[in-house]
């Protein structure tokens, strides 16, 4: 019974690796750029507008996307989805890496968007089937670290990779990567853990009402364009504020290593039954970064080092908790559910971006954070009504029984 257990322990952990993992290197293709924006503009000749299209072509895919492909992972399977999730980051950072030229380098994008809209809803299948209820809140705080941990590797290679052997060799490093998952996950494919139980589940899903789930679909979105926005520029903004562009890498990876261990550290405070509406926290999170957004808005120096911090510890630590929410009342349907949720995501990663980079050419990064905070804040807002939304369709369904 004890070597069982170990067995099912060791596949329950490989489960959530390979979903950080996914979700990793799914994204890894948008932040790398915006990590690297500064070589690639250089060498490349391109505006930060121009690399804001960028991302916001990769987001845009995943948003078209992550609805009928979650649907399709829901039938296939997780170990489909993120092998296929894998091929295509490969080819996508192989892309951007060997690019002459703008246009190869945003149809390498697509492909990795296609990849990116593949890679999540596979992930959170895996975790919903693999993790019991009372550790679920755990697990997804864990792989959500996966956007902190992409944004975390894009800033260490800028001192430790980009201005050593060249921005190019850093997506090279990165496709190493994505075939290793690709290998990974096809050689464990029969060895994937087991089903959660029936009592483990805690019952039947009560699933989240539709309206209610489309309004927390379009606060994600809103929230998701202003913290985007900060993993694409907030290193070309901090070299633009005085930094060195060693500085302002070592930066972005410290606040992405602080969003990493506080979205941990939220999931364990779900797991503990604290009644504390997931959506009301993610409010008060998406609050406190809009302060962040404010300081890197108006501070230079330190000012925009606090800026930073608050802006990932406050402001980008909030999809791990959505996820749960989500996932916690749609056991059976977590890639297709999520795949909703990801249209939000990707949206708000597209859009975010996008008019990031044209208010910036346009003006300054003071007026574009400014403009984040302020869809910080409305995504707050809408955050609340989705919640109030959600228990007021229960409340009735519940009457007319």
Not at 234 to 239: E, H, K, Q
Not at 300 to 322: D, I, K, M, R
Request: aromatic share 8%; glycine share 12%.
């Amino acid at each position: 019974m004890a070597a069982r257990n170990t067995t099912g322990t060791r596949r329950t952990a490989s489960t959530l690796l390979q979903a950080i993992s996914s979700t990793t290197i799914g994204v890894l293709p948008a932040y790398l750029v915006g990590a690297l924006a500064v070589q690639i503009r250089d060498d490349l000749d391109i505006s930060p507008a121009e690399i804001g299209v960028g991302a916001a072509i990769l987001f845009g895919v995943t948003a078209i996307l992550s609805t009928p492909l979650g649907a399709v992972v829901q039938k296939r399977g997780t170990s489909w989805g993120i092998i296929t999730a894998a091929v295509l980051a490969m080819l996508a950072m192989l892309g951007i890496a060997f690019a002459p030229s703008l246009p190869v380098l945003y149809f390498a994008l697509v492909v990795g968007g296609v990849g990116n809209a593949m890679a999540q809803p596979a992930a959170n299948l895996g975790v919903s089937s693999a993790v019991g209820r009372s550790r679920l809140g755990l697990a997804f705080g864990i792989k959500q670290t996966a956007v902190p941990a992409a944004t975390l590797l894009s800033g260490l290679a800028v001192p430790g990779i980009a201005l050593i052997l060249g921005w190019r060799w850093v997506l090279l490093f990165a496709a190493v990567a994505a075939a290793a998952l690709l290998l990974w996950a096809a050689f464990t494919r029969g060895n994937r853990a087991q089903s959660v139980s029936e009592s483990d589940r805690s019952g039947p899903d009560r699933g989240t009402p539709r309206a209610g789930l489309v309004v927390i679909t379009i606060g994600v979105g809103i929230a998701a364009a202003a913290a985007t926005s900060l993993g694409i520029f907030l290193i070309d903004s901090a070299v633009q504020a005085g930094l060195s562009p060693t500085a302002a890498g070592l930066m972005f990876a410290v606040s992405a290593l602080l969003g990493l261990l506080i979205r941990i550290a939220l999931g364990a405070l779900m797991d503990r039954g604290t009644g504390r509406s997931p959506y009301v926290l993610v409010a008060y999170l998406l609050l406190g970064g809009a302060v962040g957004f404010v300081l890197l808005a108006a501070g230079e120096g330190p000012w925009f080092v606090v800026g930073s911090l608050l802006a990932y510890g406050a402001g980008w630590t909030w999809p791990g908790l959505v996820h749960f929410a989500v996932v916690r009342d749609n056991r059976r349907a977590a890639a297709s559910a999520t795949g909703i949720l990801q249209t939000g995501v990707g949206f708000g990663g597209a859009a975010g971006p996008l008019l990031f980079g044209f208010l910036v050419q346009a003006t300054s990064y003071g007026t574009a954070w400014i403009t984040a905070a302020i869809a910080a804040a409305v995504a707050a807002i809408i955050f609340r009504v989705g919640r109030r939304m959600i228990l007021t369709s229960r409340r009735v369904a519940e009457h007319s029984r």
